[in-house]
């Protein structure tokens, strides 16, 4: 389970940014549907949603290119090479922020315990990580590094309750990669619920192509293609049958590849496209002679073709309870398609295992309080030194009778284009 990402100084994003699902005691609206008890004694309630809106280039994008590389670079950090560069991307328009380090800290429940970590980098090494939990109500500050300019080393504070080889994972820590990847890849049993609740984490952006294959592998078995059909079929996408054949892939011979290409990257991209298949999807439908007609799923809507890509994400979501973050999410989706996505996280006969999602959007159709309560909205523009800052919808203390969708647009909220006027 989320509960607050913060994010300072990466890409558009200098002065600290916080996102969190926590419920509002102010509002009990949709207080049975769209929020939830985590259990944990001292814990608000938690969001099962939560929507993004700003115009094109505020930045939205870049809080989930945030969380993305923050999950894997803990994912995989261990195998960072000694001497390489760490992939930040610090606020370009300052420049003292091109000098300081980018800093990132999350907090979520996971196995019922409370855990709160974090870490500070700029291009080189780890400036700054930490990790508290909380098993028994109260903080245990279980370590903390922080690097030492003077003596160029890094200083370590470790806690009673954290148990272990804790000397041998420091010593094996590089610079340049995260103790928590570390020592996980060195059999520490105490770390596992934290790395594996990044595990769970699932971050979809527009520029993600491989998704398709999530839908792709549930359709290998029947019992799979029969969950994509009922998730198709019951977004009123009316197929009676989809039909899945891996085909090989074309033969690419060595003239087919850039002359200039050095030999060596050649001869590796083409062994590791040796043996490969791609999948041939097909959507089968009855024409009104009873026959059943295939289509191809590239010859299907951009809708369609979305939904799909979405159906074996969204259901593996809805069995695991993961936490979901979707970059621009009614793309190509029909409003009521957005609603139909949405309704399955906030449905808890559903979504029984407590699944969270936080999209960004442009359709300002959920913008209704039937289907959003007011903490779950947020906005995100640009200030005048071209700073991402993003804000909850609760700082205007909307009444809950407000049309907020109306007021978005008159411009009541900010995050709105400023669009001008075009002379010839």
Not at 232 to 256: F, Q, R, T
Not at 270 to 295: R, S, Y
Not at 308 to 315: D, E, M, Q, S, V
Not at 323 to 337: A, Q, Y
Request: a neutral charge; aromatic letters at 12%; charged letters at 25%.
């Amino acid at each position: 389970m989320f509960i607050e990402f913060t994010v300072t100084n990466y890409r558009s994003i200098q002065d600290t940014q916080m996102m969190s699902m926590a419920a509002s005691n102010y509002y009990n609206d949709l207080d049975g549907t769209n929020c939830f008890d985590c259990g944990v004694a001292g814990l608000p309630k938690l969001l099962r949603s939560a929507a993004i809106y700003g115009p094109n280039a505020a930045g939205k994008s870049n809080l989930f290119h945030a969380l993305k590389f923050m999950q894997k670079f803990v994912l995989e950090s261990h195998a960072q090479q000694e001497g390489l560069q760490i992939n930040i991307v610090p606020f370009a328009l300052n420049k003292r922020s091109q000098t300081e380090p980018s800093e990132f800290e999350i907090s979520f429940l996971q196995d019922n315990v409370r855990y709160q970590y974090g870490f500070a980098a700029n291009k080189i090494r780890i400036v700054k990580e930490w990790l508290l939990a909380y098993p028994e109500g109260k903080a245990q500050h279980w370590y903390e590094r922080k690097y030492d300019a003077a003596t160029d080393k890094d200083e370590w504070h470790f806690s009673k309750k954290f148990i272990g080889r804790r000397q041998l994972w420091q010593d094996a820590t590089r610079k340049n990669a995260l103790f928590l990847s570390t020592a996980i890849q060195l059999n520490n049993e105490q770390l596992k619920p934290v790395f594996n609740w990044f595990q769970k984490l699932v971050t979809i952006l527009p520029s993600d192509q491989v998704l398709i294959n999530f839908s792709v592998d549930h359709c290998a078995s029947k019992e799979g293609t029969s969950r994509i059909m009922r998730f198709m079929n019951a977004a009123d996408i009316n197929i009676v049958g989809i039909h899945v054949e891996m085909i090989p892939m074309p033969a690419i011979k060595h003239e087919m590849l850039p002359s200039g290409m050095p030999q060596s990257i050649k001869d590796s991209l083409l062994l590791d496209m040796q043996g490969k298949q791609i999948p041939d999807v097909q959507f089968l439908h009855k024409a009104d002679n009873g026959e059943i007609v295939p289509f191809n799923l590239m010859d299907e809507s951009d809708g369609t073709k979305r939904l799909f890509t979405f159906a074996g994400p969204w259901l593996d979501v809805l069995a695991n309870g993961r936490v979901m973050f979707i970059d621009e999410l009614g793309t190509s989706l029909h409003p009521l398609m957005l609603r139909f996505l949405l309704g399955l996280i906030q449905n808890p006969e559903i979504n029984k295992n407590y699944a969270q999602l936080i999209f960004t959007t442009h359709d300002t159709s959920v913008l209704d309080t039937d289907i959003l309560r007011r903490d779950q909205i947020w906005f995100m523009e640009k200030d005048t030194e071209q700073k991402s800052r993003l804000y909850p919808l609760s700082d205007f203390k909307p009444r809950k009778e407000e049309a907020i969708e109306k007021g978005y647009l008159k411009g009541r909220y900010g995050a709105l284009p400023f669009i001008g006027e075009l002379r010839f």
